[in-house]
């Protein structure tokens, strides 16, 4: 995850809690990727740092626990630039020229000139963030399918290249939850200025909720509502999923207004966020110990970087370790 700000309920619905489950399935690896912030914000750098903090703050607030998973910095395993400069010397332009991703960031973000050398290749550093510690599977949203397919190809051409087996397909866990919208309509995102974030108070949380767009075609608190098409009431499927069959009796049947409802939702999400934000707060009060815990995670996760870059350098150079 990139540390590029406060994390939002788009993170928590869909990564963070199913990061938190598969803790207990899987040996989890899981990465504050600052190469991938500074692609973006490379004209300012200077909140990166904090944000890696806040970042990693979160997530233990959210139930990521180091003592089962490692929990890491890119920048500190230098072996992720090393891997993506193998992984660039034959990944074709068209590849990544084709990425929906890049071209929606390209076209939606007019704030930063994203038109660099480094960020058309941004899913190749993905494809050695993975690859580096020989992922078996990736917890993703469906709309990061074309970044695990192109990693695939990529695997498959090292692996061609060099008559190798240094890597395996690996398969894209999908979240269950559906994906959470942000305030607007689009897609929940700090760069669209339409989330609701983890360390939001309530009276924040109530303002944004208020200005969400509902159904268009309840103008007047005596007009029948049409749940399936307001956002509000997706966000009562995720957040409060046994008042869903309430929430549609008195919209459709007009028993009670939106502001209403809406203050509703904002007393369900609080009810999710409080225990989280007590956390974070604790957390918050020793810095140093968050420090600690990311170097000990980055070092472990070197200690496997390592590992590869020796076989991929002895199938890509030969075997003397010069
Ligand atoms: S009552 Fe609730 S679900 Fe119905 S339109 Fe208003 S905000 Fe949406």
Redesign the pocket.
């Known amino acids: 995850m990139r540390p590029t700000g406060k994390l939002h309920l788009g993170h928590l619905v869909g990564a963070l809690s199913n990061w938190v489950s598969l803790q207990d399935e899987y040996q989890c690896v899981f990465g504050i990727v600052d190469w991938h912030a500074l692609m973006g914000e490379y004209e300012d750098s200077s909140r990166i740092q904090e944000n890696i903090l806040e970042m990693a703050i979160d997530w233990m607030a959210c139930g990521i626990d180091p003592e089962k998973s490692i929990i890491f910095v890119q920048s500190a395993v230098p072996e992720h630039l090393e891997l993506h400069m193998f992984f660039s010397c034959f990944t074709p332009l068209g590849w990544l020229e084709r990425n929906p991703t890049y071209k929606e960031q390209l076209r939606e973000i007019k704030t930063r000139d994203l038109h660099t050398y480094g960020f058309l290749g941004y899913p190749v550093l993905q494809a050695a963030d993975i690859l580096l510690y020989k992922a078996q599977a990736v917890p993703i949203g469906e709309d990061q399918l074309p970044h695990i397919e192109l990693t695939r190809e990529i695997s498959r051409k090292f692996n061609h290249l060099y008559k190798a087996e240094v890597f395996k397909d690996c398969k894209a866990i999908l979240t269950k939850n559906p994906r959470l919208l942000g305030l607007d309509g689009r897609k929940m995102s700090k760069s669209y200025d339409n989330a609701i974030n983890l360390s939001d108070p309530q009276e924040v949380v109530e303002k944004k909720i208020s200005s969400?767009i509902?159904?268009p075609q309840?103008a007047r608190l005596t007009d029948p509502?049409?749940?399936e098409v307001?956002?509000?009431?997706s966000y009562?499927q995720v957040f409060a999923p046994l008042k869903e069959a309430e929430?549609?009796s008195?919209?459709?049947k007009a028993k009670?207004?939106?502001t209403?409802?809406?203050k509703i939702?904002s007393q369900e999400i609080m009810t999710r966020l409080a225990p989280i934000q007590e956390k974070r707060e604790k957390l918050s009060q020793d810095k140093k110990r968050i420090v600690e815990i990311l170097q000990q995670g980055s070092k472990k996760a070197r200690a496997i970087a390592i590992e590869t870059i020796k076989e991929v350098r002895q199938k890509v150079f030969g075997s003397y370790e010069l």
């Open positions: 969400m509902t159904d309840r509502g049409h749940p307001c956002n509000v009431f009562y929430v549609c008195w919209c459709t009670k207004g939106c209403e409802c809406k939702l």
